[in-house]
C-alpha cells in the first residue's frame, strides 16, 4: 500500500483548496461565512430576503464579539471584581440589551442567525450586569451605586413623562417613533441599574411593561410586513417556473414547425441544442422552486415546516412539464430530418439525454420512459440505422453487464474501511440544530471528523471540467469532492469495450452515458478523508441558493427542511470537504494517484 508523500499531501492539500475557491464564487456570499475547522467561531450567513438583515446581523456579530473578552475576564477574575472596568460593564449592558432586542428582529426576518446570536447573548446578558452588581458591593462601587440611585430618583419623572409621551404614540400607531423613544431611554435604564442587584434596584416597571405591549404590536406588524416582502421573493422565484414553462411551449412550437429553434438572442439552434437549453432551463427553474420553498417556511407562511404544499406540488408540475417537452422535442424534432440525417441527429441527443437522466435522481425513470418511443420512432425512419443500433446494442450490453458487476464488487471490497457519512455523523453526535455551544465546540468537533475516512454517493460535478463534485444534500449534510480523479486509461478501456473510436460513436443511450458521466466525473460513490468541515443554516442553504449550485439536491426534488424536533430556523446543515481515495462509476473504480 502506498502512502502519501509530505509533498503529495501538501499538493493535494493545495489543490483542494483552489477547488474549494472556485465552489465559493458559485456559490457567492453563502460560503463566505459559517462556522468551521478554520474560522470556529465565525458568523452565521443570511439569506437576505429582508435586505436590512446583512448589515443587522454583521453588527450583531460584531458587538458580541466585542464584548466576549470583557466576560471571559470577569469569569477570570476570581472573585476579585474591584478591578474591573464597570464603565465598560454598564455601558455594555444596555448595549447587549439592545442587541439582544435586534436579535429578536432578525429572527423575524426569518434569518436562522437571529436564533444564533439571541443564543451567543445570553451569557452576555447574564453575566455582564452579574459583574456589575458585584462590583456595586465593592467600596468604589457602592459609591458609584448612592451615585446612581440619586440619578434614577431625579430622572424618574423624566422617564414616566416619557412613558406617557410613548403610550400616546403606541395608541396612535407610530410603531417606528414608539422604539425609538424607548430604546433609547432603555439602553440607559439598563445600563444605571445594572449596578445593583434586581432585588434592590429602583423599580421602572411600568416603562418596561409599557415596553413589552408595544414588542407584541411591532413584533406583529413586522411580521406582516416581512411576509410581504418575503411573498414577492416568492412570486420572482415562481416567475422563474412559469417562463420555464412558456419556453418549453415555445421550443416545442418552433421545433414542430422547422425543426429548430431560435432563442431569445437571434441564434438558430438545432433540436440537440435545444434540449440542452431545456434542461439547463429545467435546472434553473428548480433552484427557483427550491428558493421559493425555503423562503416560506422561513417566514412561517407554509403551515408545513418541511415544506410548502404549494410549491412542492408546482415542483411536480414542473418535473412533469420538463420530461414532456424534451419527450415532444425528440418526437416534433424527429419529423423535419430526412433518412440519413437520423444518425446524426440520434447521436446528438443522447449526450445531454444521458446527463439529465443522471441530474434526475428518483424521477430518471419517467424520463427515460417517456423519451424511449420517440427515439425508437426517430430510429426507425433510417431501417439501416436501427438495424446497426439493434446490432451495436447486442455486441455491447454483456459487456456493459459484465463491467458493472466487476465494478460493484471492487467497490464493496474497497469502501469497507470508509463508512457512509451520514453513519459517521450520527455515530458522532455532531449537533443537528445550531445552539450556542456550536462555536464552543467547533474545535473539538472537527477533531472527530478531520482526515476519518468515509464514503458518499453520487457525486455531481460542479461544472464540466471543474475541479469539485457535489454529493446531494441528505440526512443533514452534503459534501465537496476535491476533482479530477484520474479515469483516462479506464475510459480509453471503456471506448475498446464499446467498440468506440473516432470514425465509430457509440450508438446506444447506455454506451453514451458510460462514456459521458466518466470524462464529466460523475460517480456512483466515493471514498476518502474528511479535509474540512463547516456548518450552515439549512434555511439559508436553500433560500438562498444560486442557479450555479441546483445540483445539491438532484433534480426536481425538495428537501425536509425541519420538523417539531429540528424546527427550520434551527435546522443545521453540515458540509464535508472531501478528499477521494478512490470513486465508483457504473462500469470502473477510480483511484487517486497517490494511493
Same mark, same amino acid.
Not at 437520423?342 to 446527463?355: D, E, H, M, N, Q
Not at 454529493?471 to 480523479?485: K, N
Given at each position: 500500500?502506498?502512502?502519501?508523500?509530505?509533498?503529495?499531501?501538501?499538493?493535494?492539500?493545495?489543490?483542494?483548496?483552489?477547488?474549494?475557491?472556485?465552489?465559493?464564487?458559485?456559490?457567492?456570499?453563502?460560503?463566505?461565512?459559517?462556522?468551521?475547522?478554520?474560522?470556529?467561531?465565525?458568523?452565521?450567513?443570511?439569506?437576505?430576503?429582508?435586505?436590512?438583515?446583512?448589515?443587522?446581523?454583521?453588527?450583531?456579530?460584531?458587538?458580541?464579539?466585542?464584548?466576549?473578552?470583557?466576560?471571559?475576564?470577569?469569569?477570570?477574575?476570581?472573585?476579585?471584581?474591584?478591578?474591573?472596568?464597570?464603565?465598560?460593564?454598564?455601558?455594555?449592558?444596555?448595549?447587549?440589551?439592545?442587541?439582544?432586542?435586534?436579535?429578536?428582529?432578525?429572527?423575524?426576518?426569518?434569518?436562522?442567525?437571529?436564533?444564533?446570536?439571541?443564543?451567543?447573548?445570553?451569557?452576555?446578558?447574564?453575566?455582564?450586569?452579574?459583574?456589575?452588581? @458585584?462590583?456595586?458591593?465593592?467600596?468604589?462601587?457602592?459609591?458609584?451605586?448612592?451615585?446612581?440611585?440619586?440619578?434614577?430618583?431625579?430622572?424618574?419623572?423624566?422617564?414616566?413623562?416619557?412613558?406617557?409621551?410613548?403610550?400616546?404614540?403606541?395608541?396612535?400607531?407610530?410603531?417606528?417613533?414608539?422604539?425609538?423613544?424607548?430604546?433609547?431611554?432603555?439602553?440607559?435604564?439598563?445600563?444605571?441599574? *445594572?449596578?445593583?442587584?434586581?432585588?434592590?434596584?429602583?423599580?421602572?416597571?411600568?416603562?418596561?411593561?409599557?415596553?413589552?405591549?408595544?414588542?407584541?404590536?411591532?413584533? @406583529?406588524?413586522?411580521?406582516?410586513?416581512?411576509?410581504?416582502?418575503?411573498?414577492?421573493?416568492?412570486?420572482?422565484?415562481?416567475?422563474?417556473?412559469?417562463?420555464?414553462?412558456?419556453?418549453?411551449?415555445?421550443? !416545442?412550437?418552433?421545433?414542430?414547425?422547422?425543426?429548430?429553434?431560435?432563442?431569445?438572442?437571434?441564434?438558430?439552434?438545432?433540436?440537440?441544442?435545444?434540449? *440542452?437549453?431545456?434542461?439547463?432551463?429545467?435546472?434553473?427553474?428548480?433552484?427557483?422552486?427550491?428558493?421559493?420553498?425555503?423562503?416560506?417556511?422561513?417566514?412561517?407562511?407554509?403551515?408545513?415546516?418541511?415544506?410548502?404544499?404549494?410549491?412542492?406540488?408546482?415542483?411536480? *408540475?414542473?418535473?412533469?412539464?420538463?420530461?414532456?417537452?424534451?419527450?415532444?422535442?425528440?418526437?416534433?424534432?424527429?419529423?423535419?430530418?430526412?433518412?440519413?440525417?437520423?444518425?446524426?441527429?440520434?447521436?446528438?441527443?443522447?449526450?445531454?439525454?444521458?446527463?439529465?437522466? @443522471?441530474?434526475?435522481?428518483?424521477?430518471?425513470?419517467?424520463?427515460?420512459?417517456?423519451?424511449?418511443?420517440?427515439?425508437?420512432?426517430?430510429?426507425?425512419?433510417?431501417? !439501416?440505422?436501427?438495424?446497426?443500433?439493434?446490432?451495436?446494442?447486442?455486441?455491447?450490453?454483456?459487456?456493459?453487464?459484465?463491467?458493472?458487476?466487476?465494478?460493484?464488487?471492487?467497490?464493496?471490497?474497497?469502501?469497507?474501511?470508509?463508512?457512509? *457519512?451520514?453513519?459517521?455523523?450520527?455515530?458522532?453526535?455532531?449537533?443537528?440544530?445550531?445552539?450556542?455551544?456550536?462555536?464552543?465546540?467547533?474545535?473539538?468537533?472537527?477533531?472527530?471528523?478531520?482526515?476519518?475516512?468515509?464514503?458518499?454517493?453520487? !457525486?455531481?460535478?460542479?461544472?464540466?471540467?471543474?475541479?469539485?463534485?457535489?454529493?446531494?444534500?441528505?440526512?443533514?449534510?452534503?459534501?465537496?469532492?476535491?476533482?479530477?480523479?484520474?479515469?483516462?486509461?479506464?475510459?480509453?478501456?471503456?471506448?475498446?469495450?464499446?467498440?468506440?473510436?473516432?470514425?465509430?460513436?457509440?450508438?446506444?443511450?447506455?454506451?453514451?452515458?458510460?462514456?459521458?458521466?466518466?470524462?464529466?466525473?460523475?460517480?456512483?460513490?466515493?471514498?476518502?478523508?474528511?479535509?474540512?468541515?463547516?456548518?450552515?443554516?439549512?434555511?439559508?442553504?436553500?433560500?438562498?441558493?444560486?442557479?450555479?449550485?441546483?445540483?445539491?439536491?438532484?433534480?426536481?426534488?425538495?428537501?425536509?427542511?425541519?420538523?417539531?424536533? @429540528?424546527?427550520?430556523?434551527?435546522?443545521?446543515?453540515?458540509?464535508?470537504?472531501?478528499?477521494?481515495?478512490?470513486?465508483?462509476?457504473?462500469?470502473?473504480?477510480?483511484?487517486?494517484?497517490?494511493?
Amino acid at each position: 500500500m502506498r502512502t502519501d508523500s509530505p509533498q503529495r499531501r501538501r499538493h493535494n492539500v493545495h489543490i483542494f483548496f483552489a477547488a474549494f475557491a472556485v465552489f465559493v464564487f458559485c456559490l457567492g456570499s453563502v460560503a463566505t461565512a459559517n462556522p468551521s475547522d478554520r474560522k470556529p467561531v465565525a458568523a452565521l450567513d443570511v439569506h437576505g430576503t429582508i435586505p436590512q438583515a446583512n448589515a443587522l446581523a454583521e453588527r450583531l456579530y460584531s458587538l458580541f464579539n466585542a464584548a466576549e473578552p470583557l466576560r471571559l475576564e470577569g469569569h477570570a477574575s476570581g472573585g476579585d471584581y474591584s478591578k474591573l472596568p464597570i464603565g465598560e460593564l454598564m455601558r455594555g449592558t444596555g448595549e447587549i440589551w439592545k442587541a439582544h432586542r435586534d436579535a429578536v428582529h432578525l429572527k423575524l426576518m426569518g434569518e436562522p442567525a437571529g436564533y444564533e446570536i439571541e443564543q451567543r447573548l445570553a451569557d452576555q446578558r447574564k453575566d455582564y450586569p452579574g459583574f456589575a452588581w @458585584r462590583y456595586g458591593q465593592t467600596p468604589d462601587g457602592q459609591k458609584i451605586k448612592a451615585k446612581m440611585e440619586i440619578k434614577l430618583q431625579r430622572a424618574m419623572p423624566k422617564i414616566q413623562k416619557l412613558a406617557e409621551r410613548a403610550a400616546q404614540t403606541l395608541a396612535a400607531g407610530n410603531l417606528d417613533a414608539f422604539e425609538s423613544m424607548m430604546e433609547k431611554e432603555g439602553i440607559q435604564l439598563k445600563q444605571d441599574l *445594572s449596578i445593583f442587584h434586581p432585588n434592590d434596584a429602583p423599580k421602572f416597571d411600568f416603562f418596561f411593561n409599557l415596553l413589552a405591549e408595544g414588542d407584541a404590536q411591532i413584533a @406583529r406588524a413586522r411580521s406582516t410586513e416581512y411576509a410581504l416582502i418575503a411573498e414577492k421573493a416568492v412570486a420572482k422565484n415562481l416567475g422563474t417556473a412559469n417562463a420555464f414553462d412558456a419556453f418549453a411551449s415555445d421550443v !416545442v412550437s418552433q421545433l414542430s414547425q422547422s425543426g429548430t429553434f431560435r432563442s431569445t438572442d437571434g441564434k438558430t439552434a438545432d433540436a440537440v441544442a435545444a434540449i *440542452s437549453k431545456i434542461i439547463r432551463g429545467w435546472e434553473n427553474a428548480c433552484a427557483a422552486l427550491l428558493r421559493a420553498n425555503a423562503i416560506r417556511v422561513a417566514f412561517g407562511i407554509s403551515a408545513d415546516q418541511s415544506g410548502d404544499a404549494e410549491i412542492i406540488a408546482r415542483m411536480q *408540475s414542473l418535473n412533469d412539464r420538463a420530461i414532456t417537452t424534451i419527450a415532444s422535442s425528440i418526437a416534433e424534432a424527429s419529423k423535419h430530418v430526412s433518412g440519413d440525417q437520423v444518425p446524426t441527429l440520434y447521436r446528438g441527443l443522447l449526450a445531454p439525454l444521458s446527463i439529465a437522466l @443522471r441530474r434526475s435522481g428518483p424521477g430518471a425513470v419517467k424520463l427515460s420512459n417517456a423519451c424511449a418511443e420517440p427515439l425508437s420512432n426517430l430510429a426507425a425512419r433510417n431501417p !439501416v440505422f436501427a438495424k446497426q443500433l439493434d446490432s451495436y446494442r447486442m455486441a455491447t450490453q454483456e459487456t456493459l453487464r459484465w463491467r458493472e458487476s466487476f465494478a460493484t464488487k471492487h467497490a464493496k471490497h474497497i469502501s469497507s474501511g470508509y463508512p457512509s *457519512s451520514a453513519t459517521f455523523l450520527t455515530n458522532s453526535k455532531v449537533p443537528s440544530v445550531l445552539n450556542p455551544w456550536i462555536n464552543r465546540y467547533m474545535p473539538t468537533t472537527a477533531s472527530q471528523l478531520l482526515l476519518k475516512k468515509v464514503s458518499d454517493q453520487a !457525486v455531481t460535478p460542479l461544472s464540466a471540467g471543474g475541479r469539485l463534485g457535489v454529493v446531494a444534500f441528505q440526512d443533514q449534510h452534503y459534501s465537496l469532492i476535491a476533482l479530477p480523479l484520474p479515469v483516462d486509461e479506464q475510459i480509453d478501456a471503456l471506448k475498446v469495450s464499446l467498440l468506440v473510436k473516432d470514425e465509430s460513436p457509440p450508438l446506444t443511450l447506455e454506451a453514451v452515458d458510460a462514456i459521458t458521466s466518466g470524462n464529466r466525473q460523475e460517480f456512483l460513490s466515493v471514498g476518502g478523508v474528511i479535509r474540512n468541515v463547516s456548518l450552515e443554516p439549512l434555511l439559508v442553504r436553500f433560500a438562498a441558493l444560486p442557479n450555479s449550485a441546483s445540483m445539491v439536491v438532484p433534480l426536481g426534488t425538495i428537501p425536509s427542511l425541519g420538523d417539531d424536533r @429540528r424546527p427550520p430556523l434551527k435546522a443545521a446543515c453540515w458540509r464535508l470537504d472531501i478528499q477521494p481515495h478512490w470513486a465508483q462509476h457504473r462500469y470502473f473504480v477510480a483511484k487517486a494517484s497517490a494511493n
